[in-house]
């Protein structure tokens, strides 16, 4: 059973950064795609990176490019969200996911129904 603990969410002023991580567990299958989305209160969850496992391919929303940074640590089985320039409307949930088959299209990539496991979420509050 595949399972994913994101970690490193918190408070923080705007401007600021943090590093998410999701930590990946009972993966047997050697290639996938791992993407972070998040969800605001009241609003629905929108995409904001992902990474392919084996080639390393990022794709990110417009409005985190430049800002973030995903990365993946093949050792550590772990992803990262590098997020720096924070502002308060990047606060939510953040939420890591894998998906087994995967295409290399930002359209694909992007849609949470792609993805076939999740992690249970870390909270990211940027205040003003």
């Known amino acids: 059973q595949v399972q994913l603990v994101e970690s490193g969410g918190g408070l923080v002023q705007a401007g600021g950064s943090l590093r998410l991580s999701c930590a990946v567990s009972?993966?047997?299958?050697?290639?996938?795609?791992m993407g972070w989305f998040r969800q605001a209160p009241g609003k629905e969850r929108e995409f904001v990176a992902a990474i392919t496992w084996k080639g390393g391919s990022t794709y990110y929303a417009d409005s985190v490019k430049g800002r973030f940074t995903i990365s993946r640590d093949n050792a550590k089985n772990t992803v990262y969200l590098r997020m720096n320039s924070l502002k308060p409307e990047d606060t939510a949930v953040y939420y890591c996911?894998?998906?087994?088959?995967?295409?290399?299209?930002?359209?694909?990539?992007?849609?949470?129904?792609?993805?076939?496991?999740w992690g249970q979420g870390t909270q990211v509050t940027v205040s003003s």
């Open positions: 009972g993966r047997t299958f050697s290639d996938c795609a």
């Open positions: 996911a894998a998906a087994r088959d995967y295409s290399n299209s930002y359209y694909l990539i992007s849609r949470s129904t792609r993805y076939d496991y």
